[in-house]
């Protein structure tokens, strides 16, 4: 197969057709050569002599046989379901979509934020049995906003809460890199804990890894004040999910708006479905009709920086250097 040509495999994201993603390469990279694997049969022989792959993921088998695989272009920004490991044995750059959810993901936040603070599912549940009656809400602004994680989607959240009149704090691995919230802070607990006490809107736009897997349990959940709410845009395992059940229950937080859960997808019997204070989504938050163009403008960048220095190294959105 030439040097100059892309391999697309079949996965897509969000149920978006992938040839919206095919033709959004093509449109940018037309001296390239695009090649859709539209059966399990294609992606393995395409990836038998492919320098450049792109999709959500690829497994062991199609690796094992992408001998020539220079490049893996994921199209999430989440890459914990990656064999990071194998690539990297292989000698593979991993690159991730990290950057394409952030106005559509910090929307999302906004939205949930601004549901509990004026309460519309409220609203919502009187509409549905045709009842006329006053109701109290809430008001956003002067709240505390905690935004754990500080990377795109982090910031295109705090970037549109500064209309609001809010206090924003940032946690995030390095404090001492800054960002744009008023406050920053790291994971320390002697750091963590007294912002939470203080918190509002407890907003999880982080990534899942060891330092945050199970972040907000049963003692953070405690710790948040009672008129509190949680949104969860993340991944589910930041979240001890029984724990925040039982605070949900016990009315320990005000709420909690969930894009992400563990399990997940959430099985239909589970408690979370029943709770009038929780609001669930399925893990759709990234989705944006413009996905597959941010993502090929990013790929773009990649390839032409690639042709032009013949390296696959300090790429955009560098997730694991070959």
Not at 223 to 242: I, K, Q, W, Y
Request: aromatic fraction near 6%; include cysteine; glycine fraction near 8%.
């Amino acid at each position: 197969m030439p040097s100059d040509t892309i391999v697309v495999l079949r996965d897509g994201v969000h149920g978006m057709p992938v040839e919206q993603y095919v033709e959004a390469i093509r449109e940018r990279l037309p001296e390239y050569e695009v090649r859709q694997a539209r059966s399990r049969a294609e992606e393995q022989r395409l990836v038998q002599d492919a320098r450049i792959v792109t999709d959500r993921a690829i497994d062991e088998e199609l690796l094992n046989l992408a001998d020539d695989l220079r490049l893996f272009a994921c199209l999430s920004a989440g890459f914990d379901h990656l064999p990071l490991d194998s690539l990297a044995e292989q000698g593979v750059t991993v690159t991730n979509a990290s950057g394409v959810h952030g106005p559509n993901i910090a929307e999302h936040v906004i939205g949930n934020i601004l549901v509990f603070a004026r309460r519309f599912h409220e609203g919502w549940r009187r509409q549905q049995r045709n009842e006329w009656r006053h109701y109290q809400a809430y008001e956003l602004k002067d709240s505390t906003v905690t935004v754990v994680g500080l990377g795109a989607i982090g910031q295109a959240i705090v970037e549109r809460l500064n209309g609001f009149d809010v206090e924003t704090i940032g946690v995030r691995y390095s404090p001492k890199k800054g960002g744009p919230t008023d406050q920053i802070v790291g994971f320390d607990e002697s750091e963590f804990e007294p912002v939470l006490g203080a918190t509002d809107y407890l907003v999880l736009a982080c990534p899942l890894t060891e330092t945050t897997k199970g972040l907000i349990g049963e003692l953070e959940l405690t710790t948040l004040p009672a008129e509190s709410v949680l949104v969860n845009v993340g991944r589910g395992g930041l979240v001890e999910t029984d724990a925040l059940v039982e605070a949900l229950r016990n009315h320990e937080i005000r709420g909690a708006a969930l894009d992400v859960t563990d399990p997940e997808p959430l099985p239909g019997e589970h408690p979370l479905w029943d709770l009038e204070n929780a609001l669930i989504t399925p893990h759709m938050a990234g989705h944006t009709p413009s996905y597959y163009e941010r993502r090929a403008d990013i790929l773009e960048r990649n390839v032409r920086k690639i042709g032009e220095r013949g390296a696959y190294s300090d790429l955009e959105n560098l997730v694991s250097p070959s």
